[in-house]
């Protein structure tokens, strides 16, 4: 019998869940998000679970407008330790599972990040990820020196030079460079050391790197883009695209397209994996994940979830809450709200029942159901050529994880379609992905010296 | 009788020690430069030996001139992890130890640094220090778009209002903010964020930083500048100054600047400590420690020890190592030799001889003898006004970080002058200094809600 294809699974660790509501659960640590504790314990959990990575987003700022007046305060949304600092520290106490980190390319310097990635990759021996972002709010904008942020053709330019002087420092030093023989006093092989001199449009690099070749040959490269240009930019770096997609259509379009732009950079399909996020919330009975999703959905504080339509529907707070969604006046919303008021309209929403809608999912597929319901919509996926597993975003952490792990797991595992054990040694061992050789010893016709 | 005054101890531990042959020591393990597991057992030697802190200087490129040819592949400062990650790492299996890392106001942006330290701190609970520097050579210049090294002036300038943007965004948060009340909702006390609104020369900054007021209130700040402009942002914003010292005379000269000019800022004293750097070759004998010097000495492969004087000399690898030190006759470097020619005529130095004086020290002061010469050394230095403790910089790492904890260590304890145990819960609490309060906090005139 031919063996199943396999799921790869990560996890969404950002903070307390995603869910708007999360924090008030009574499970949930509410000062988790600045306790070390709190991650080492879902990091664990995690790695028990034999899941792939865990996987930190990130902005650079703090969205600052109180919209509608004392909405912010009420948002969990606001500390969050930095992802490739607390990632580190997470190396150093799991042994397994990959850790990805997300990093602005619009206001770091290629040379740091290349530097930090190449050095956490060192240290978890084997398990770096760096998700590759452009920065596009203005919050973040304002803690960089700019009045604005980036235009969007600026920002993904720099982000494709980014990557090519960050992949180009990684290979700064091929496999089996340093011989740190004490006998002739050499400490590495001058013929196996690179200067990259990278002169571009947005950076001027000469490196080389001060850190040796990697354990993974180089960290995994997550990508988020669903743009043009960020998927061109996944098709030439990425190991994992991360997307939001709702509708299996088109995911299976934008799978599609991603995959199919691999081979004009010399890389067969099999070489980019498709991971897009998943909001699970499982029951035993279908009954019991409803009663879930709704005790989650009555925690969102009334001013959190008018801030959610804050954009659409401008101030909301004066009306009843559970009263009907005003038809709104402002000319300027009328077109922008026209959708949900159409919702609201059919569903006979109340104003709290439709920032509930639209609060729950925050863009990502969400599943309601039984250990069957969620396992079907997997296979569902990755059989119709949407996916090659999932980026599980929990609702509330450690609860939402937990609930996945000891819930949905056993299903897959009866399916034959996730591990009982760790494959490899490395995150790219285990996603079964090739190891990248370096460009130098590629250019000389040989295999890397490396043991990974 | 009142207590002893106590010394405060560091130690360096970049790479694989000082010494420029040290690598070549049977008891080095020559890759633990990119080896998670080497620091963790020298953190853990330094935590048991309840030293106050590990350091880590770093740089950012790897200086690329080879002179004399062939003698760069033989030193082995080429390769370091990133010093935030591998502390962040190292914060996750020590407990007690301050972890201070270096990181350059040259090419870096405040609000990530701020943010970095900030977590750092929360992560280890209260131990994180950042050693803030400038960077002043062309090779790491190169690496981040520029043709040349930032002048001094600006690169002080620059690193003045560095660090009034990142201690401004460490106040973003007051104690007690985050109330994290579940029944109301509410997340955090709006009147305890505040926006730090920086626009100077060199940055402008909205904040605020997403990472709450930590543990320590901030994290610790190291400054080494010897310059005018060094002494002033030590003197504004430092806890600990670290120096080059050779000179007893000189090093009481510079402390007494140094903390002459704390008042200013309305600073006492005893708010800033003097640690300079200490080199400690030691043995039971001072016979015993003079041929460890010795053996140190002869593992200097001759094309390194050349390296070290190559700028004032030239190329002297077409000259018999043992033989005599010849004038120099390029009229260029004819003035710049003068001093080391002359002291090799004194001395009777051969080529290598002369090689490995010059690099033995490195600059800081080294002192060769019994665990009673070592201690005389410091306890003559802080009785004297020049120092509040030191910076151990061992010759190679791990063993002259044991020498130094197994022999001088009982002998500072004998004499009552360093902990049996650590004191407080925080790394700035065993320095004995004070906790910074909030500028906010203080405004209002209330002490802080902080429990550190």
């Given at each position: 019998?031919a ?6 699974l ?10 708007a509501?999360g ?13 070390f504790e ?12 034999k899941l792939d990575?865990v ?9 600052q407008?109180?919209e509608?007046?004392?909405s ?11 992802p490739?600092t607390?990632l ?16 602005s ?5 290629p040379?740091?990040?290349?530097r ?6 060192h ?8 998700n590759?972002?452009t920065?596009w709010?203005?919050?973040e904008a ?5 009045e604005?942020q ?6 993904y ?17 091929e496999?089996?460079?340093?011989v740190?023989d004490?006998t002739?006093?050499v400490f590495?092989?001058?013929?196996r ?5 990278h002169r571009?449009?947005h950076?001027?690099?000469?490196g080389?790197?001060?850190?040796d070749r990697?354990p993974q ?6 990508q ?8 061109d ?7 994992i695209?991360?997307?939001?997609e709702?509708d ?8 599609a397209?991603?995959k ?16 897009p996020?998943?909001?699970p ?6 009954a ?16 959190v979830?008018?801030?959610?339509i804050?954009?659409n529907f ?9 009263g009907?969604?005003p038809?709104p006046?402002d000319p300027?919303l009328?077109?922008?709200?026209a959708v949900?008021?159409?919702?609201a309209q059919?569903k006979?929403?109340?104003i ?6 639209i609060?729950?999912g ?5 599943v ?9 919509t997997?296979e569902?996926w990755?059989?119709?050529g ?5 980026n ?13 792990a ?5 299903e ?5 379609i996730f ?7 490395t ?9 990248p050789?370096?460009?130098y010893t ?11």
């Open positions: 019998m063996e199943k294809r396999q799921l790869k990560g996890v969404s660790i950002r903070g307390l869940g995603y869910h509501g924090w008030r659960h009574p499970d949930v640590p509410s000062g988790g998000a600045m306790d709190h991650f080492v314990n879902v990091a664990r959990i995690a790695e028990a679970a990575m996987f930190l987003a990130d902005g650079v700022g703090i969205r407008k109180d509608p007046p004392g912010l305060c009420r948002s969990n949304q606001n500390v969050e330790l930095e490739i607390l580190s520290a997470l190396a150093a106490v799991t042994k397994h599972i990959g850790l990805v980190a997300t990093a390319t619009t206001y770091n310097e040379y740091h990040l290349a930090k990635f190449g050095s956490l990759d240290i978890s021996k084997g398990r770096a990820g760096w590759l972002v920065s709010s203005d919050a304002f803690n960089f020196g700019r604005h980036m235009a969007y053709a600026d920002r330019e720099r982000a494709m030079e980014f990557a090519e002087v960050v992949t180009g420092l990684w290979d700064s030093w496999g089996g460079a340093f740190h004490k002739s006093g590495y092989d001058p013929d050391l690179h200067t990259l001199a571009g449009k950076f001027s690099v000469l080389p790197l001060s850190v990697t040959g180089r960290p995994i490269i997550v988020a883009g669903a743009s043009d240009q960020g998927r930019i996944a098709a030439r770096f990425a190991d695209v991360f997307s939001a709702q299996l259509a088109a995911a299976r379009a934008y799978y397209s991603v199919g732009r691999l081979a004009t950079h010399g890389r067969r399909t099999d070489e980019l994996l498709m991971l996020g998943l909001v919330i499982v029951g035993a009975t279908r019991e994940a409803q009663a879930k999703h709704e005790a989650l959905q009555e925690l969102i504080d009334p001013l979830g008018l801030s959610y804050y954009g401008g101030d909301l707070s004066a009306y009843p809450i559970d009907p969604v038809e006046k300027k009328r077109s922008r709200a949900m008021f159409n919702l059919e006979g929403y109340t709290r029942q439709l920032c509930q809608a609060a729950s925050r863009g990502h597929r969400t309601i159901g039984t250990p069957a319901d969620i396992a079907d997997m569902e990755v059989d119709q949407a996916a090659d597993g999932f599980i975003i929990p609702t509330h952490l450690p609860v939402g994880l937990e609930d996945f000891a819930l949905v797991l056993p897959l595992r009866r399916r034959g591990r009982e054990e760790y494959e490899a040694r995150f790219r061992g285990n996603l079964g992905l090739p190891e050789q370096n460009r590629e250019a000389r016709g040989q295999g890397t010296a490396l043991s990974a």
